[in-house]
């Protein structure tokens, strides 16, 4: 399989209080296309840190992180938001939706970003709303949702402009085991039916096991 | 007996020692002075009428800062107690019921209270003497003005401050107390049901419009300054619930029109006005203060424009003089001045007690119908010929004209019969007409003829001269020609500027309270940001996440400020118009029934005000998310 992602020496440190706190420490590593790769570790291993900085919302501190063999540290802030709207795909552990939009604009958001019109996305949106079993809900705003329901939003939102990557930070964090299985399903169909590649954080082992590749973050350095 | 001075003097004013009686020491002077004419230079009454329309400006004032106070404070409140809420989990998880945590709330909203009173009521001062400062120019300008309150004044704004806040955080205290111990503790977001934009909250809001247009038109003259009281608050509430079914509508059905001129960017910012409630109580806090701040304008420009014009729309000559002993030798002597071309000595009487009650007309003036109206005029509901005819009906028998102000005050209509109290005793005159004059504290005088007034109140002596004269070195003519006579001469010029100095004080201090409420609502607009400032951050940061570039969301964001500065704009001018409507009738009740008139730079400023104020807070809100990490913001560290 191709690779998808490359990640090159990175180092990653926090300025608190003028010292410096390292968080990762000197990542190498790879993640190929179409895979489901799962990172874990303990609470301060440097895992949310270090899938914020594959999605471009956070700089290296040193290091480089290639996307597709081209390089996201040497982007502009410009370059970076429209890689992170055409590739990317962001999945939130609070879900993080828009408060004011109802499900239909969550979901359509991407596009209304990337200056397309929403009726070009109209058979796309359709088939993500009955994917994520959200029909009956399109009109309700976030806070008229239940957790499980705002996750299938954020990931039909993730989906729609069909990214090559989704990145997930703790996905089931928020709900209970059942619905989790759920949306784990729901990613694990995504990905083996549609070849979308997966990255999520996760201290979940059941979650983990839905991935096809595990990465153990332990004091900002890889130990698998 | 007073002793007049060696001067020439036709008026002298008389100081009281503090602790003399008024009214013993009036009737003292006048039995001792037969030969002058004694009163007090201003009634009780007329101070009363003239300052009624000031106080009732406040009031109204008062009635709008407090329901925006209000409002700031229940915003404010409102996400004050999320941030509490981990707090009140706590303290719920270890025991302490609902009404033990909503007890602690509502004593933290009086310590508020009572920290805004005593800054209130040291900043308040501090306007108050502004204030005073303010309308210390024209003839009160060497005026050493006293500032008179009382310590129960201090006290009642300080309750005042403490209940507001109180009662501004009952109902999102209220509201905290429906979240289970388990949503608190776990900070689980609950599912809310969002009220929807129904037909039925429309229409129960615009009841509350039309009711409070209704109750301008209860026929209830006595109780009329309540009604139109509650009609205003009404009007606000139902243009507050108005207001988010017209943007929720608005909203919906420009969102092509929007597109087409900001794009996507446009829709995403419309479709986040429809559903934030932190846009519509910014638009919600513009309204109101744009229909405060056109209303005050627009009414007190109107009262200023009045009272500035009486004098050069009511008197057609040059000069009035006045004197003691003006009778018709006095006349004679006047006419064959060779530089006044035509004179008009007016005969009246002031303070007559009508229908045997405390009811007095300020002035009643004795005219000839003949020529009278080539020297005063006043408008009149008919053609010119009709308001002749109306005058010369003063001629045939005892009648009587009024002002509209005083047929209103007096619950009068035409034909109605007044007794007038004169020297002679009750002397009964029939109303045969009525217009519309502000002279005289508003209008406060009524016309009988000349012959009627000199013979009922057994008045020989004119009260005043009108004359017309083009020269301008007649006064000194006049003063040459009667020189024992202790005239004073007036020139309409002089008049005309007195009346302009003294409106002045007016229009300083009611501009400066419109400031007042533009710069609350400005800081009501801020804190509303700053208080939604968290989610606001987080919103942006999700939406960068997404991959919105920095540009697109400062377009979005200004797209937002825009639409929320054109509607509050709007709405406001619409809301002040119909403020300005119950003022008419709050004038009207007060008996001081100016004509408004509407200037349409005044609303055009405003609405222009309101644009930028909203532009100005987003900006500052943009600026302060401008370096934000986004992926900081994510985590909500």
New interface residues.
Partial sequence: MKKIVDVIDVCKSFYIAGEEVPILKHIDLSIKKGSFTSIMGPSGSGK??FL?LL?G??EPTSGDIQINKKSIVKLN??QK??????NI??V?Q?Y???????VR?NIM??V?????KAKDYEERYKELIEITGLSKRER??P?????GQQQRVAIA??LINDPEIILADEPIGNLDSITGKEIMELFSKLNREKGVTFIQVTHSLEASEYGDNLIKLKDGKVIK | MLKLPQESVSELYVVLKTDVDKENALQKLSDENPELKVDYSYSEEEIEEESKNLIVQMYVLLIIISIMSFYIIYSSFKVLILERMPVIGTFRSIGANKRQTSLMLIFESSVYGVLGGILGCFTGLLILYIVVRMSMTGNLENVNIELTFSVIDIIIAFLWAVVLAIVSAILPVLSANKKSIKTIVLNQPEIKQVKKSSFVGFMISLIIICAAIGLLYVPFKKGAIVFDSISLVLLIIGAFRITSYIIHFIASKFEKLYSLFFGNAGLIALKNIKNSSESINNVLLLTLAVATAISVFTVTGSIVFEINNVVSSSYHFDYIIKSQSMNDEFRDKLVNIEEIQDSYGLFSQRNVSINDSEKTINVVEGIDTHNYLDFRSFDFEGTEAEKKKCIEKLDSGKNIIMTYMLMDKYDLKENDIVSLETNDGKVDYTVVGSFYSMLESGGNYALISEENLKEDFNIVNYSQFYIKSEDPAIETKLFLEFPNDNISITSIDELIEVSKKSSEQKTNIFNGLSCVVIIICFFGLLNNLIMNYLERRKTKAIMRSIGMTKSKGILIVLVEALTCGIFGGLIGVAEGLGIIHISKFVMKAINKPYAIKINPSVFVMFFTIALVSSVLSFVFLEMKTRKMSISEEIKGR
């Fill in positions: 949310s840190t914020y999605g919302l956070d802030d410009k938001s429209n890689m992170r709207l055409k795909g962001f939130f609070f993080n939706l828009v408060p004011t939009l109802n604009d958001l991407p209304l970003l990337d200056k397309k309700n705003l806070c008229e949702l239940s957790g939102r993730a």
